[in-house]
């Protein structure tokens, strides 16, 4: 595998074709050393490419099972079951890099017992949903990313207790660790009391933000994240970091009806459970400790065995370091002897889960902490990446492996997290246009000709992310050139092969797919779920829809509409006032459209989608959407002042 660290290596006549004669040349490098007394490690650093991939991890403390599905001797973890299937990718291939590949060797699809009653299904997704048995029925953690998903673990389960599902633990908001949920239980079941769903207060609106707000953007990053527009394999990619495959289905979600805010203890089938929330990747992160039996699920507080997501490239609101690092300490208190997780395989041993802990936190504080320490010198997140570097010891653990998170984005995030975008340099407050700015770094770079011939020049020196970023400005310009974007391509194909981190190879390999106009949307990850629309409340409905609205058209315009829903007793008006969409929650008076109606239709409006129209009359017909004010026509009227979210085809990231 070529080694990443790579010098600029232009020909004589392509630098000379940037800078004048007379003029000095010094060769950029990355081959430099940090003012923390290391070499720069990147995420494709020569302490992954030196490993001996045939020697299995072993400190003395930390060592990893001959079964390659666990950490310890044992002692109480056991395979029960295994497959014989994988959802990763794990041949050898000289356009996968051998870490890759070693990680997914690490996602072989089984059943681990990590004592008598508490089970993992792993493998068999993104995420590890996992059983409790309890003395009348069982306790699922986190029940899968689709409902097929969760039906495939179901269904191992089930080999092994029939007892009747008595609660479900969302461990936190994302899409994978609770999509699965109606594979479980039933809406009855829930609204009866019979099964509890436990959730931190907070996980609602985060559903409601991700799946509708924003849900349009994130499904289509988080689809470049997987590389969902290209064939999965060697070409595409081999395994999501976290886990093996995010295998989609069917995305569901069923309101939480216990919530906690800070801590639940709580007796479940005779499983006695400590739920404490613990800020990290999400606000609404709870870890579900054991006490008799000294076991902990540190959900997705650790991301696998993985440097942790401080920021995610798809797109997230800012992740707090300090937060996240200090969560890890208070479940450093637990006693614990078995470590599970909602990514990554567990861990046996009280020493083993005390080593994983403290590494995974004193990277993340490391990571904050001198990037802080280095803003405060003035550096910008361009500086601070060649100088927040890991030391080898946290560089170098099996947990920190830079597959999912990376210091270098982590830095980026941490410095815009704190700081904003500005980096004070006053130009930035108003730059020329995009466009305009485009043609005048064209023309200054010699033209679109010189570009190319550098482009390939560059490649040819293996500076693959230095062309693609000069190839940007031509493609600007002018989005039909073919060439400039081919070449592009070629760039960001090569330089995932080189990739380490799964995200960047990922987003590589889909932005290539764009640039040649060959994405394939038969895969691609939506966030969009009627499901998940029915089961938010109203408010939260309402509400993003405010955020739809087209300015443009309605800064002269004053107009309410108020839906009335007999069967919840609630009153929703959206009121438009002059550029502006408020939510009124309250009853309103003198709404220009007033609708009578249920909750229940508006559900049949929402799971209608494309054909919602129909609905709708059918509904006048029978008497069920009723205008107490207003007709059809001031409805349509009212409706045509929101934005219609793009299609996927439509929404270009690279090419624009």
């Known amino acids: 595998m070529t080694s990443s660290l790579k010098k600029l290596l232009l020909s004589v ?12 040349f010094a060769t950029p490098t990355t081959e430099a050393t940090s003012t923390n007394g290391q070499s720069l490690q990147t995420s494709s650093a020569a302490h992954y490419q030196n490993i001996d991939f045939e020697k299995r991890y072993n400190n003395g403390v930390l060592f990893e099972h001959e079964s390659n599905l666990f950490w310890g001797k044992g002692e109480r973890i056991k395979v029960l079951s295994k497959t014989g299937d994988t959802l990763a990718y794990v041949e050898d291939s000289p356009l996968v890099h051998d870490a890759l590949t070693k990680h997914g060797r690490k996602m072989d699809q089984a059943i681990v017992q990590v004592d008598d009653n508490v089970y993992l ?15 009348d029925g069982i306790i699922i953690v986190d029940p899968g990313e689709s409902v097929q998903m969760a039906a495939s673990v179901k269904a191992q389960f089930r080999k ?7 609660a479900i633990i969302y461990s936190h908001n994302h899409i994978d660790h609770i999509s699965g949920v109606r594979a479980w239980v039933t809406d009855e079941e829930v609204a009866s009391g019979d099964v509890k769903i436990i959730a931190q207060e907070g996980l609602t609106a985060a559903v409601a933000n991700w799946s509708s707000n924003l849900g349009t953007l994130f499904g289509h990053r988080t689809s470049y994240t997987g590389a969902k527009h290209v064939e999965e394999g060697e070409h595409g990619t081999v395994n999501d970091g976290l886990g093996p495959r995010f295998m989609q289905g069917d995305i569901s ?3 939480p009806n216990v919530t906690l805010k800070d801590r639940l203890d709580i007796t479940i089938a005779g499983v006695e459970l400590q739920i404490v929330n613990v800020p990290s990747e999400t606000k609404d992160e709870v870890v579900v400790y054991l006490p008799k039996q000294k076991i902990l699920h540190a959900a997705e507080v650790l991301q696998g065995e993985n440097f942790p997501n401080l920021h995610t490239i798809r797109g997230t609101k800012f992740r707090d370091p300090a937060m996240w690092f200090k969560g890890i300490d208070v479940m450093r208190q637990f006693d614990t002897e078995v470590m599970i997780n909602s990514h990554g395989r567990p861990v046996e041993g009280k020493a083993a889960v005390a080593n994983v802990l403290t590494a995974y936190r004193d990277a993340i504080q490391f990571t904050h902490d001198q990037s802080i320490r280095y803003m405060n010198k003035g550096m910008t997140p361009d500086e601070l990446v060649e100088v927040v570097k890991l030391p080898k010891h946290l560089a170098e653990h099996p947990w920190l492996g830079e597959h999912y998170g990376t210091v270098a984005h982590a830095v980026r995030q941490i410095y815009v997290g ?13 730059p020329m246009a995009y466009q305009q700015r485009a043609k005048a770094f064209v023309e200054l770079m010699g033209g679109r000709d010189n570009i190319i011939t550098t482009a390939k020049a560059a490649i040819d020196a293996e500076n693959y992310t230095f062309a693609a970023e000069i190839l940007s400005y031509p493609i600007t310009i002018n989005k039909q050139d073919t060439e400039a ?15 380490v981190n799964i995200n960047w190879r990922n987003w590589a390999l889909n932005a290539a797919a764009e640039l040649e106009g060959t994405r394939d949307f038969s895969n691609m990850i939506s966030f969009a779920s009627v499901d998940v629309l029915t089961a938010l409340p109203s408010e939260q409905i309402f509400d993003m829809m405010t955020a739809t609205l087209i300015a443009e058209k309605t800064l002269d315009v004053e107009m309410a509409m108020t839906y009335n829903f007999a069967d919840t007793n609630e009153s929703m008006t959206i009121e438009i006032r002059n550029g502006i969409a408020q939510l009124h929650t309250t009853p309103y008076t003198g709404a220009d459209v007033q609708i009578e109606t249920t909750r229940e239709v508006l559900n049949q409006i929402l799971i209608a989608g494309p054909k919602s129209q129909q609905v709708i009359g059918k509904n006048l017909s029978s008497g069920k959407f009723n205008f107490a004010n207003g007709d059809i026509q001031a409805f349509g009227l009212f409706m045509s002042y929101f934005d219609k979210p793009m299609t996927p085809e439509e929404l270009k990231l690279i090419v624009r």
């Open 253 to 255: 979600f069923i309101e």
């Open 121 to 135: 299904g792993y493998g068999f997704g993104l995420d590890t949903p996992v059983m409790i048995e309890g003395d």
């Open 13 to 24: 006549a392509i630098s000379a074709a940037l800078v004048p004669v007379s003029a000095s």
């Open 160 to 166: 092994i207790t029939d007892k009747p599902v008595k």
């Open 485 to 499: 974007r081919e070449l592009k391509a070629k760039a960001y194909k090569t330089w995932a092969a080189d990739q």
């Open 418 to 430: 704190y700081v904003g975008f500005f980096e004070a340099d006053p130009w930035q407050l108003e």
